[in-house]
Every structure is written in C-alpha cells, then in structure tokens.
C-alpha cells in the first residue's frame, strides 16, 4: 500500500463546474496535509494546508480532511481552465513530506 | 520573507560524470530540507532529508548522496551519473510546526537533469 495515494485521472470538468480531487494515506500518525498544484514542467506550488478535521476554505478552494478515514479532498468550485494543472496531496509524517502521485485535472471550456 | 534558491535550472551531463546540485534558504532559520525527483508524468519520491546540519535521512537506495554542511544549504551529489539519473530535481524547505509535525513546504524553481 503506497503511503499516499491518490487517482491519476487525467480529471476532466467543464469550465465553471466542481472539480473534486481526493487522496488517502496510510500512516494514522499523519498531522499535517497539504494540496500543491504543479503546472508541466514547473515546481509545486502550495495551494491549502489543513491540520485538523473539517474544512477549510479559501477563495474557491476547499480542502477537508477526515483523519478517521485517513482521508483529504480538494475542492475547487467554478473551475477556470486555469486550474488545469497536476494536483498533488502531501501528507507529514515524522518530519518527512511525502508526496502523492498527482492527479490531473483538465477544464474545458 | 523566505526564499529559495536552487540552481542550475537545467543540465545535460554524460553518463559517469559526476553532479552537484545546491540548494540555498534564505530568511528562516534550521528549517527542515528535502531533496525529491520526478520522472515525467510521475509524482514527487522523496531522495533526502534533513532536519539540521550533518542530520541526512536517506529514503531510497541510490547513485546519489546528500550533504548539509550549513543551516540553510542542501546539496545533491553524485560520482558517476547513470542515465537512470535523469529526472527533474526539486530541492524544498518546511518549518517545524512542532511534535514532529511540519508547516508546508515550498519548493525551488528545479533542476532538470538530462544524463546521456
């Protein structure tokens, strides 16, 4: 079992939809989480933090983790094709970050 | 504020030659490193980290090593490249949020690596 994991896609929404991008991990000792957006052939960029249980809002963008079922989503509403880029849960783990393996999210217009 | 500083941008180096990427911080003090690779369409693998001078944790079995000689510089090395070597190379720091437990990390611009 990988120790985040998350679907590869490629995710396709129609521009102004819901986009809902999730992730799991396996280390319930797991404290910290994290959403990047990676566009092709540039480094993640950090888009939510989320440390406790419930959601987290910022501008369009929702995170919510539930650490009982070790779970972290990534909410993005009215999707621009902007937003079209490799979406990648991260997860701490005693001092390390460990990265899934992105998933891709497509907006068509 | 703090930035991040790793260069080059790209590379293009035989096979068996050897490699040295470097890494700075600035603006923030002890924060924890990491050295990660991607291959193309892949995630991010961890390679090392480290939580404080001479302190590196290796994650993988590999060509490459890792060094810390001050607070805020991380460096990625290598003897002999393989071509399994090629890869795009982030180096990151994060702080320490305190029981182990880290604040986000943020990465530098990369170094794409092409070995031939």
């Known amino acids: 079992q990988k120790e985040v994991e998350q679907n590869s896609g490629p995710l396709s929404v129609p521009e102004g939809a819901i986009a809902s991008l999730n992730c799991t991990y396996s280390?319930?000792?797991?404290?910290?989480f994290f959403w990047y957006r990676q566009y092709s052939g540039k480094s993640p960029e950090l888009i939510m933090s989320i440390y406790s249980n419930g959601d987290k809002e910022d501008g369009r963008f929702t995170a919510q983790l539930n650490k009982a079922s070790q779970y972290v989503s990534l909410l993005i509403r009215d999707s621009q094709p902007s937003d079209s880029a490799t979406y990648l849960c991260a997860v701490n783990r005693a001092g390390k970050l460990i990265f899934g393996q992105g998933t891709e999210l497509s907006v068509k217009p | 504020s703090q930035t991040i500083h790793q260069w080059p941008a790209t590379l293009v180096q035989p096979v068996g030659s050897p490699l040295s990427l470097e890494c700075t911080v600035e603006g923030t003090s002890n924060p924890n490193l990491y050295w990660y690779r991607q291959a193309a369409g892949r995630g991010l693998q961890l390679l090392f980290y480290?939580?404080?001078?001479?302190?590196i944790s290796s994650e993988v079995p590999q060509n490459l090593s890792a060094s810390r000689p001050q607070d805020r510089q991380f460096i990625l090395s290598s003897k002999k490249l393989l071509l399994s070597d090629s890869g795009f190379y982030l180096c990151?720091?994060?702080?320490?949020?305190?029981?182990?437990?880290?604040?986000?990390?943020?990465f530098g611009q990369g170094t794409r690596l092409t070995v031939v």
């Open positions: 990151a720091w994060s702080g320490v949020r305190g029981r182990g437990s880290n604040t986000e990390a943020f």
């Open positions: 280390d319930r000792g797991s404290q910290s």
């Open positions: 480290s939580v404080g001078i001479g302190q």
